[in-house]
């Protein structure tokens, strides 16, 4: 029976020799968390065009969820920046920002989001994501950040802009604006931004300095959000710039939790919204798994993505029904998580403990708050996911991705995150068919006295104009198989002399029914020839794939050898 309850939920194990130390390195872990998720919170949902408070609903009944059912021991679950960029475009196509039905459609999309993870953990679909490939991930991201940091440049200037219908159309909205800008709120931006860059860059170090242990000067650091909230409330609230200076403020915020409603169901609707769920819990599935699995390799341990698939899907159902909207494990978050001491998922209890006391008894806090602050918060936040660096190095190392790169990042910007990413995604299966479609093939020869055969292009090495080796590197199927045939005849008519062909399958894993129908032509064509088929460094399965045919009988007289160097020996040097 115990083992049945840590089967679903991994806390149980855990909790056997859970001790008062480790209590307390999750209570220091849970309370940090707390203090940056409060305006982080706030952040995201004003990113995502949602009222302040929904950001902060959305770290408490999912946090509470995922610290029962999830695997990773440090995941800090909750409202995240991506996540709330595409859930601001896929809502606002269906209602305008600040009216109830706005607000109605993010929570059903949250509900969507976890029907689709709860999907993909009962079909055992974790590995569907290895379909969003580096590249495409970096571009997505890099493009998303760009995109989130400027819709929040509206904000910062103080100005009243329309979002565009893509990137270029927010961006000369802003331009257009630019006159309206409102200095109070700029200052108050730019010591925003002072503060943080501050606290991110020198606070842990002086403190340490002045004398302050490590870990309290690093919880200090990390609360610099927190930080720039306080003080915005109260440069506004004291010097009243909200009515004297036209600083936009968030104003009352609903203290206590919202009603438990049921969603409403409108299937044309739901069938709209499901396109970008999925996209959507893909994304979140994605980040929380690399994040998690990243932290879980420090302890030498792993996570388990079809529990994660489990415990993120209830995580967004409890979001949808508890006033919120999508949520994922946060890449920042988490690693504060892990770093300020998280032993095991007690800390997202407490965690959303801490959430929760802040909704109940403390949201009249922040009514003076300016949104430049939120806006700066976000923007901090988000310039790190515009990886330069990976955009360089996937330059250097392979154009083909830095393709698949460019294109996604060009066609988020162009066309939104959910048409950029499915475009990206297509273009990455694409050129994959098309690398598989075209495998690399190599004539070989000796080098020197050895045993060892390579690509003649690239080495020195020794031939024999009457018996060729070959070398295919890629698995034999339908959709390469006249790629080969062709090249391989083109290679044989170069070859006046030749008596005998041996293909190297060393780096062959697999052949398909279309594949043996094509190396049965090639056999006969190249018999007709008069030359002679071998094979050679066949692999185990492939060969008891070959030996369920009639295939190798019909070779004769030709063999199969255990290596290329037995083959050559044998046909050419014997």
């Not at 479609?437 to 080495?459: K, L, Q, T, Y």
Request: proline share 4%; aromatic share 8%.
């Amino acid at each position: 029976m115990q083992s049945d309850w840590s089967r679903w939920f991994p806390l149980v194990q855990w909790l056997k020799d859970y001790k008062k130390e480790t209590l307390i390195s999750d209570s220091v872990a849970g309370v940090i968390v707390a203090v940056m998720l409060v305006p982080q919170g706030m952040a995201y949902a004003f990113l995502a065009g949602l009222p302040p408070q929904m950001g902060l609903y959305a770290g408490i009944i999912p946090l509470f969820i995922y610290g029962l059912l999830g695997s990773s021991r440090s995941l800090a679950v909750g409202p995240v920046a991506i996540a709330s960029l595409m859930t601001g475009e896929a809502v606002s196509s269906f209602a305008q920002s600040g009216t109830e039905l706005y607000i109605a459609t993010a929570m059903v999309l949250a509900l969507l989001t976890g029907l689709v993870l709860l999907l993909m953990y009962l079909l055992r679909l974790s590995a569907l994501v290895n379909f969003l490939s580096h590249s495409v991930i970096t571009g997505f991201t890099s493009a998303a950040a760009l995109m989130i940091a400027v819709s929040q440049l509206k904000y910062v200037f103080g100005l009243e802009v329309e979002r565009g219908d893509h990137f270029f159309g927010t961006l000369l909205n802003l331009l257009d604006g630019l006159p309206g800008t409102n200095l109070a709120t700029v200052l108050i931006s730019v010591l925003s931004f002072l503060l943080l860059w501050y606290c991110k860059q020198h606070l842990a170090r002086v403190l340490r300095v002045i004398g302050i242990s490590s870990g309290v000067a690093d919880a200090l650091a990390k609360a610099g959000p927190m930080f720039a909230i306080l003080g915005g409330v109260l440069v506004v609230a004291v010097f009243e710039l909200n009515q004297g200076h036209g600083v936009s403020i968030v104003g009352t915020i609903p203290a206590g939790f919202p009603d438990f409603q049921l969603l409403p169901f409108d299937l044309q609707w739901w069938q709209k919204l499901l396109p970008a769920a999925v996209l959507i819990a893909l994304v979140g599935f994605l980040e929380s798994v690399s994040v998690g699995t990243a932290l879980a390799s420090k302890r030498r341990e792993r996570i388990k993505p079809d529990q994660e698939l489990l415990a993120l899907g209830a995580a967004n159902l409890g979001a949808a029904f508890s006033g919120a909207y999508p949520v994922a494990g946060g890449f920042g978050r988490s690693m504060v998580n892990d770093a300020s001491g998280a032993r095991t998922t007690i800390a997202s209890l407490i965690t959303a403990t801490g959430m929760t006391l802040t909704v109940l008894f403390f949201t009249s806090w922040f009514y003076f708050l300016p949104k430049a602050v939120l806006g700066v918060i976000v923007i901090m936040a988000v310039l790190p996911l515009i990886d330069l660096t990976g955009i360089r190095k996937t330059w250097r190392f392979n154009r083909a991705d830095a393709l698949t790169l460019a294109v996604t990042f060009v066609s988020v910007l162009l066309m939104g995150v959910e048409a950029g990413l499915i475009a990206g995604v297509v273009l990455s299966v694409a050129l994959l068919l098309h690398r598989n479609s075209h495998p690399h093939m190599a004539v070989v020869g000796r080098v020197g006295d050895s045993e060892h055969f390579r690509n003649i292009e690239r080495f020195d090495v020794q031939t024999n104009p009457g018996c060729l080796g070959l070398r295919i590197d890629e698995n034999l199927y339908f959709a390469n198989t006249r790629y080969i045939e062709d090249e391989v005849m083109v290679i044989v008519s170069r070859q006046p002399n030749l008596k005998h062909l041996v293909l190297i399958c060393s780096a062959i894993n697999f052949i398909d029914a279309s594949a043996l129908e094509t190396l049965e032509m090639l056999r006969d064509n190249l018999k007709e020839s008069g030359i002679t088929l071998h094979l050679a460094d066949v692999k185990g399965p492939v060969m008891d794939q070959l030996q369920e045919t009639d295939f190798i009988e019909h070779m004769s007289p030709g063999k199969v050898f255990l290596s290329t160097h037995e083959a050559m020996q044998s046909l050419c040097e014997g």
